[in-house]
T-cell receptor, first 115, second 114 residues
């Protein structure tokens, strides 16, 4: 596609339920990132995929969070047993190489609300 | 503690006027600094990126400056338009950061009124 696509745009879920957020990066981009944006806060790094290397998961806030990237393309961020503090906008970005040296392009985000 | 601080948190300006946003950082060793514009409900879009040796960079009506000695950057918006209403985010990376671990400021919310 022309840009990074995320789905769903909005998700309302009950506390304790599991949710899956999807990211479709720009074709050919080897690097993919997940960030979380809470109201009034800066973006918080969650996880980074680069090609076939083991992902950098150091930003995941708890073991309820996991992510995978299948076939080096689409990525899914899964949050198990959601809590109210998980409510935020989850942003995905991709870049041709690692973000430090090249430009990253962001999706529109998924707004997650846990009630 | 956030290593990237932005000010003001928000501001309202009249259409056609200029404004300047500030970014102070403590990230070290400095690699580059970016300014992003984030419209409501959209992902951030890059405006400028500056490395250590660059003092200023322009993108249309947006001009970013960088003082790596004082660790300060500013984003100047000239002749503001209604479409400039957005959050402006300062992002800094260090050479020691692993890929993807950029330091994001909380952003300055700009509202341009007619």
């Amino acid at each position: 596609g022309a840009g990074v696509s995320q789905s769903p745009s909005n998700k309302v879920t009950e506390k304790g339920k599991d949710v899956e957020l999807r990211c479709d990066p720009i074709s050919g981009h080897t690097a993919l990132y997940w960030y979380r944006q809470s109201l009034g806060q800066g973006l918080e790094f969650l996880i980074y995929f680069q090609g076939n290397s083991a992902p950098d998961k150091s930003g995941l806030p708890s073991d309820r969070f996991s992510a995978e990237r299948t076939g080096g393309s689409v990525s899914t961020l899964t949050i198990q047993r959601t809590q109210q503090e998980d409510s935020a906008v989850y942003l995905c970005a991709s870049s041709l190489f690692g973000i430090r040296g090249t430009e990253a392009f962001f999706g529109q985000g998924t707004r997650l609300t846990v009630v | 503690k956030n290593q990237v601080e932005q000010s003001p948190q928000s501001l309202i300006i009249l259409e056609g006027k200029n404004c300047t946003l500030q970014c102070n950082y403590t990230v070290s060793p400095f690699s580059n600094l970016r300014w992003y514009k984030q419209d409501t409900g959209r992902g951030p879009v890059s405006l400028t990126i500056m490395t250590f040796s660059e003092n200023t960079k322009s993108n249309g009506r947006y001009t970013a400056t960088l003082d790596a000695d004082t660790k300060q950057s500013s984003l100047h918006i000239t002749a503001s338009q209604l479409s400039d209403s957005a959050s402006y985010i300062c992002v800094v990376s260090a050479w020691t950061d692993s890929w993807g671990k950029l330091q994001f400021g909380a952003g300055t919310q700009v509202v341009v009124t007619p």
